[in-house]
């Protein structure tokens, strides 16, 4: 049987405070919790009987009540398990690869923008994703739900921007960002290699990286409607595009 101390701390885990500072992290469901136990070392397993799928064989594995899961879970309804999982000591290098694609994001708040910018990437084989320190905690319980396990294979670093797009300036790593005065994705060719920046939901790219970027693209309305894009959906718009139209 779960101890009242055991949910205590899974459901302090919500709070970067206290993934800080016990290091650990979580995620529910069948799919995710199964998909993060080969990048990441798991700590406990909660779950359902009816729960299979080879979990019940971990040595980590507790069944628990449906009143007790409810009391642990991040999510108004349960998936049936929970996995804690301890965040990497090790949590990827700041130096950028001028010869891959690579993504930053500036200051994007929005755990399920997050999660589902780090899916992106993963979907379009791009295996580092910068964040600026404003942006949102991968380890949250939000973003690791909207990831759906791709947080296992996608790096997430946290790093100085301004630092990172200067870097990739010297190796001669081109950086792009969206802009209202860009250059239209549509209609011009696109490398393998280079640094794409995307900027905050409200704000778009901070006023202290603007003059970094060099490479500056506009993904256009057809309509003249909608004033803007979500993030993630401007982000899969951008990756798309990359990898279609690439001719070097």
Same mark, same amino acid.
């Given at each position: 049987?779960?101890?009242?101390?055991?949910?205590?701390?899974?459901?302090?885990?919500?709070?970067?405070?206290?993934?800080?500072?016990?290091?650990?992290?979580?995620?529910?469901?069948?799919?995710?919790?199964?998909?993060?136990?080969?990048?990441?070392?798991?700590?406990?397993?909660?779950?359902?009987?009816?729960?299979?799928?080879?979990?019940?064989?971990?040595?980590?594995?507790?069944?628990?009540?449906?009143?007790?899961?409810?009391?642990?879970?991040?999510? *108004?309804?349960? @998936?049936?398990?929970? =996995?804690?999982?301890?965040?990497?000591?090790?949590?990827? #290098? !700041?130096?950028? /690869?001028?010869?891959?694609?690579?993504?930053?994001?500036?200051?994007?708040?929005?755990?399920?923008?997050?999660?589902?910018?780090?899916?992106?990437?993963?979907?379009?084989?791009?295996?580092?994703?910068?964040?600026?320190?404003?942006?949102?905690?991968?380890?949250?319980? *939000?973003?690791? @739900?909207?990831?759906? =396990?791709?947080?296992?294979?996608?790096?997430?670093?946290? #790093? !100085?921007?301004? /630092?990172?797009?200067?870097?990739?300036?010297?190796?001669?790593?081109?950086?792009?960002?969206?802009?209202?005065?860009?250059?239209?994705?549509?209609?011009?060719?696109?490398?393998?290699?280079?640094?794409?920046?995307?900027?905050?939901?409200?704000?778009?790219?901070?006023?202290?990286?603007?003059?970094?970027?060099?490479?500056?693209?506009?993904?256009?309305?057809?309509?003249?409607?909608?004033?803007?894009?979500?993030?993630?959906?401007?982000?899969?718009?951008?990756?798309?595009?990359?990898?279609?139209?690439?001719?070097?």
């Amino acid at each position: 049987m779960v101890s009242k101390s055991q949910i205590k701390l899974i459901k302090s885990l919500e709070y970067k405070k206290f993934r800080d500072r016990e290091r650990l992290f979580v995620a529910e469901g069948r799919k995710v919790v199964g998909e993060l136990l080969t990048a990441f070392e798991c700590v406990g397993i909660y779950g359902l009987q009816s729960i299979d799928d080879g979990l019940q064989s971990q040595k980590v594995w507790q069944m628990v009540s449906a009143d007790d899961l409810q009391r642990m879970s991040f999510l *108004k309804s349960p @998936q049936g398990v929970l =996995g804690v999982y301890r965040i990497p000591a090790d949590e990827g #290098t !700041d130096e950028i /690869r001028a010869d891959s694609l690579s993504l930053a994001l500036d200051d994007v708040q929005d755990p399920g923008n997050m999660g589902t910018i780090i899916r992106l990437a993963d979907w379009f084989g791009i295996k580092t994703v910068y964040c600026s320190v404003g942006c949102a905690d991968c380890w949250s319980p *939000k973003v690791v @739900q909207a990831t759906m =396990g791709s947080i296992a294979r996608v790096k997430v670093v946290c #790093t !100085d921007l301004v /630092r990172l797009v200067d870097e990739a300036k010297t190796k001669r790593c081109p950086v792009f960002g969206t802009f209202l005065d860009g250059e239209n994705v549509y209609e011009r060719s696109l490398p393998k290699n280079g640094l794409i920046v995307m900027g905050n939901e409200g704000n778009g790219i901070s006023v202290a990286l603007r003059n970094h970027i060099t490479e500056r693209l506009l993904i256009p309305s057809f309509s003249g409607g909608a004033e803007s894009l979500n993030v993630a959906i401007a982000t899969a718009i951008i990756l798309s595009e990359f990898k279609r139209g690439s001719k070097v």
